[in-house]
């Protein structure tokens, strides 16, 4: 039989199955058993064993409780959830009653010292539709997300035709922590690892997901009757979603629910999409981790740009940038808001010192809601506060919507900087008090009785040394007797006969008398009740403040966009950016175009620019619409995709361009993708990586699209990658007619560009002097002619007959007429394409054919059992697909 003591604890641990529990006892807070194992290896804490019964020995890992946050952050960062178990009645007879207060989970934290001040934190929680029987896809899928660190919640919902991109894609740009999942769909493995392998997956119940209790919980929470205001009445899987986060953030950590007053609904119809792997390839926000790098670790194009002040500008910039738009009225009004900027110099320089060192207005506000500020916060917040009318004036005259309407949203909350002001200790004053002197008459009152008493007693020692003629008499405290009079050894004789004996110490002996006594006690009690009122009043405070949130917000957010303008505008300024000419046809033309990252790591040395000219889809069959650029190694080709492709991004995020000048078509969606990028991490090898995203490339690619492929088939022997290089190429131009660039070293690729129509050659020019190869950084027309490999070779110190070998063996080997022949082979295939003919046995051949690659390529000693048969299970979709079948039934 466990103790009672054991028993509370495990009753208390069953509510928590999925969490490390950290059980508040005295001064630590201690985790047992299995927890106490993991606790002690991820924290490196020491494992001991505590007897919990008689002849009960347990695990035991324990942490200081002032040191729980620092111990539960590095917990959670590495996905584990804490579940913080406090005592919640007073120490006493008995046990005590304790209560988990919180749980921290990656997607819900929102302590200050646990989140990243330049990223936000999202949960996530997708909801599920019924599935298609044939191909296992949901008919549809709502997914909703919050950041509880600033109280922004929204939520979405495809249709199957979306799937599974549009949902990948929408993740990709959120980024979140935590993934919330209903636990049928978590059991699906498959499902789970190939849609959100990436993801920190939560499973909840399944009625959390429940489209209709998810309803009526929403309408709860708003207090509303119907939801169609927030405009997800009529979506029920992203309602169900919501329901899902309102449900989990109310277990996790209620005192968030308040921050969540707004849901948004929307469509991401009107962002450029973008999957994760793209944004890796161009390094947007985070580093990839290929062979191309640009030049230094850790790089991107978000730390390149960011000459934001403010942490809530710099969120504001990383959202920015993952969200490109296609909407050019929105994308004119940033740039107005930007070159106004650029060519105003007064506005520009007092914005800027107005924003520097300004706080994180945003999460202050938030935290002001949670009903977790301290005082500290709520004077950062009202110091903040204070310089908006400042930046009011500063932005007098200015004539762009965009600063204007921020100019028109900023609210110097003067009812809250006052109350503040009038209500809140300075905390550098150490009162122990949240309360300023004033603001309350009953906590003053209690202040001063409790300081008339504690003079009375400070006092006391010069009266008593009087009537007792004792010289060496002190009063003193400690925490055992509280006040106490002492007197030493020979002067016993001479105490007064009014007081008692409380304890003996080595020099002598200490009293109290019952005034004494009587004073103290109203000295406590006039604490605590200072202790109660102090922090009533606090919390009531907190609440009024709260009221102001939306407003606080408000200005929060526009003092962010401020920031993020500003700092387009210095970046233009300080590297020579242009605005872009946005269009809505489809062309692309770039004239002196750098590549944002590299030109700026290039520190001394110059960059060399560009220019990049794709003609628009009406315009004449003999303007190219796709470049093949071929070079050697390390001439310049993956730099220069890239620049076009960021030069897009930045233009579509409302940013100038490292351009002279550019003018672009807007775009849809981006493609990039870069051959030889191994993912051993899920299992797939090289190649197949390579083509599953090529097909997809081509599957999903519209006439609007960019696409970037940087050495795709690479993967392959030298036969094969042709190949297949060409057949993509070939699907781009003729059929897909997206703007498309494809840089490849197989300068025997270049022919192509003779009978396709819309693709140019161009090559990165080489100049050879005394056997070196020199790297001009130039794009020039036609095609390279060499790869200069041997004379790579040669730099790198190979024998001079071995590069005399290779040299001859190179020339016999030149495969120009089989890549003539090949695209003849090609041609007739895509002439073929039109007439109806094409039957179910050859995409059987098709899909044949890929499978046999995909099986062929697979890198089977690399991986888990696991990731064989999601492998397999992919790979069976695919069949099944192709054939058209429906997926077989569980037994
Ligand atoms: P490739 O893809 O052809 O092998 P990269 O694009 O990786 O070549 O370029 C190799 C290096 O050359 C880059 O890291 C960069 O330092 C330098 N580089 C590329 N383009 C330029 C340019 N236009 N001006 C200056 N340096 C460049
Ligand atoms: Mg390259």
């Known amino acids: 039989m466990p103790t009672p003591a054991r028993r509370q604890y495990l009753d208390i641990k069953a509510q928590y199955p999925d969490a490390l529990l950290a059980y508040n006892i005295g001064d630590f807070y201690e985790f047992f058993d299995r927890d106490a194992e993991v606790a002690a290896r991820e924290l490196h804490l020491t494992l001991t064993a505590r007897t919990f019964g008689p002849d009960e020995l347990v695990p035991l890992a324990g942490v200081p409780v002032h040191a729980i946050h620092v111990y539960a952050a590095r917990l959670v960062a590495r996905g584990y959830r804490v579940a913080i178990c406090d005592q919640v009645s007073p120490a006493g007879r008995g046990l005590v009653r304790r209560e988990v207060t919180r749980v921290l989970t990656p997607g819900t934290v929102v302590e200050p010292g646990m989140l990243a001040a330049t990223r936000e934190t999202n949960l996530a929680a997708i909801a599920f539709g019924k599935r298609d029987p044939a191909t296992g896809i949901p008919r549809a899928i709502g997914l909703a997300w919050a950041d509880a660190s600033v109280g922004a919640f929204g939520c979405v919902q495809w249709p199957a035709e979306d799937l599974p991109h549009a949902l990948q894609a929408e993740l990709a740009r959120l980024g979140p922590a935590e993934v919330l999942i209903s636990k049928p769909v978590a059991d699906e493995e498959a499902?789970?690892?190939?849609?959100?392998?990436?993801?920190?997956?939560?499973?909840?119940?399944?009625?959390?997901?429940?489209?209709?209790?998810?309803?009526?919980r929403l309408c709860r929470h708003f207090n509303v009757a119907t939801l169609a205001g927030f405009g997800c009445e009529s979506l029920p899987l992203a309602t169900a979603a919501a329901g899902a986060i309102v449900h989990y953030i109310g277990r996790v950590n209620a005192s968030l629910l308040p921050l969540l007053s707004d849901l948004r609904t929307y469509e991401t119809r009107g962002f450029v999409e973008m999957d994760g792997r793209a944004w890796r390839a161009l390094e947007v926000v985070e580093p990839s981790h290929s062979e191309y790098a640009s030049g230094q670790r850790g790089v991107t194009l978000l730390s390149t740009l960011d000459m934001t002040r403010t942490a809530m500008g710099a969120r504001l910039l990383r959202r920015t940038l993952l969200h490109p738009l296609r909407d050019r009225a929105t994308l004119e009004a940033r740039l107005d808001a930007v070159g106004e900027l650029v060519g105003a110099v007064g506005p520009r320089q007092r914005l800027g010192s107005l924003l520097d060192g300004l706080g994180d207005l945003e999460r202050l506000?938030?935290?002001?809601?949670?009903?977790?500020?301290?005082?500290?916060?709520?004077?950062?917040?009202?110091?903040?506060?204070?310089?908006?009318?400042?930046?009011?004036?500063?932005?007098?005259?200015?004539?762009?919507?965009?600063?204007?309407?921020?100019?028109?949203?900023?609210?110097?909350?003067?009812?809250?900087?006052?109350?503040?002001?009038?209500?809140?200790?300075?905390?550098?004053?150490?009162?122990?008090?949240?309360?300023?002197?004033?603001?309350?008459?009953?906590?003053?009152?209690?202040?001063?009785?409790?300081?008339e008493t504690r003079r009375w007693i400070a006092a006391l020692e010069g009266i008593e040394r009087e009537r007792t003629g004792i010289r060496s008499l002190k009063v003193g405290y400690n925490k055992v007797f509280g006040y106490y009079i002492e007197i030493t050894r020979p002067n016993l004789s001479r105490v007064p006969s009014d007081y008692q004996r409380r304890q003996t110490i080595a020099t002598g002996e200490r009293f109290v008398t019952a005034e004494l006594k009587e004073h103290e006690a109203r000295a406590l009690h006039a604490d605590e009740r200072i202790e109660a009122l102090d922090g009533e009043l606090y919390a009531g405070l907190l609440m009024e403040l709260a009221r102001a949130h939306p407003r606080l917000r408000q200005t929060a957010q526009a003092l962010a966009r401020l920031d993020l303008w500003l700092a387009f505008a210095e970046v233009a300024i300080a590297r020579r950016y242009s605005r872009p000419t946005l269009t809505d046809d489809t062309s692309l033309e770039i004239i002196g175009g750098r590549h944002p990252v590299i030109e700026a790591a290039l520190d001394g040395v110059e960059f060399i620019p560009n220019d990049t000219q794709l003609a628009d889809l009406n315009a004449g069959a003999a303007q190219s619409r796709a470049m093949l650029l071929t070079g050697p190694n390390?001439?310049?080709?993956?730099?220069?995709?890239?620049?076009?492709?960021?030069?897009?991004?930045?233009?579509?995020?409302?940013?100038?361009?490292?351009?002279?000048?550019?003018?672009?078509?807007?775009?849809?969606?981006?493609?990039?993708?870069?051959?030889?990028?191994?993912?051993?991490?899920?299992?797939?090898?090289?190649?197949?990586?390579?083509?599953?995203?090529?097909?997809?490339?081509?599957?999903?690619?519209?006439?609007?699209?960019?696409?970037?492929?940087?050495?795709?088939?690479?993967?392959?022997?030298?036969?094969?990658?042709?190949?297949?290089?060409?057949?993509?190429?070939?699907?781009?131009?003729?059929?897909?007619?997206?703007?498309?660039?494809?840089?490849?070293?197989?300068?025997?690729?270049?022919?192509?560009?003779?009978?396709?129509?819309?693709?140019?050659?161009?090559?990165?020019?080489?100049?050879e002097r005394e056997g070196q190869a020199i790297f001009l950084r130039r794009v020039s027309p036609g095609a390279s002619n060499q790869s200069y490999g041997v004379q790579v070779a040669r730099m790198a110190g190979l024998p001079a007959e071995v590069t005399a070998r290779a040299e001859a063996l190179a020339r016999n080997h030149l495969i120009a007429g089989d890549v003539t022949a090949r695209v003849a082979e090609t041609a007739a295939v895509y002439d073929g394409r039109s007439d109806g003919a094409s039957g179910a046995d050859e995409l059987v051949s098709d899909a044949d054919r890929e499978l046999t690659l995909a099986l062929a390529s697979m890198n089977l000693v690399a991986m888990t059992p696991l990731e064989a048969l999601n492998l397999l299970f992919s790979l069976q979709q695919r069949a099944l697909a192709s054939l058209g079948m429906p997926a077989p039934r569980a037994p």
């Open 191 to 216: 499902l789970a690892a190939d849609w959100l392998g990436a993801y920190r997956l939560t499973s909840c119940a399944e009625d959390a997901f429940e489209p209709e209790s998810a309803r009526i």
């Open 634 to 767: 390390m001439a310049g080709k993956s730099t220069y995709l890239r620049q076009v492709a960021l030069i897009t991004l930045l233009a579509q995020a409302g940013s100038f361009v490292p351009a002279q000048s550019a003018r672009i078509g807007l775009v849809d969606r981006v493609f990039a993708r870069v051959g030889a990028e191994d993912d051993l991490a899920r299992g797939l090898s090289t190649f197949m990586l390579e083509m599953v995203e090529t097909a997809f490339i081509l599957r999903h690619a519209t006439e609007r699209s960019l696409v970037v492929l940087d050495e795709v088939g690479r993967g392959t022997s030298s036969t094969d990658g042709l190949a297949i290089a060409q057949a993509v190429i070939e699907r781009l131009c003729a059929v897909t007619g997206a703007r498309t660039l494809f840089a490849t070293h197989y300068h025997e690729l270049a022919e192509l560009a003779e009978t396709l129509p819309r693709l140019g050659a161009y090559h990165m020019e080489v100049a």
């Open 365 to 451: 506000a938030a935290r002001v809601t949670q009903g977790a500020a301290v005082p500290r916060e709520l004077f950062g917040l009202a110091s903040g506060l204070s310089r908006a009318p400042a930046v009011i004036a500063a932005l007098e005259g200015c004539d762009a919507a965009e600063l204007r309407e921020a100019q028109a949203a900023l609210d110097p909350c003067d009812d809250v900087r006052e109350l503040i002001a009038r209500a809140v200790a300075d905390p550098s004053e150490a009162t122990g008090r949240r309360v300023r002197a004033g603001y309350s008459p009953e906590l003053d009152a209690l202040v001063e009785s409790a300081s």
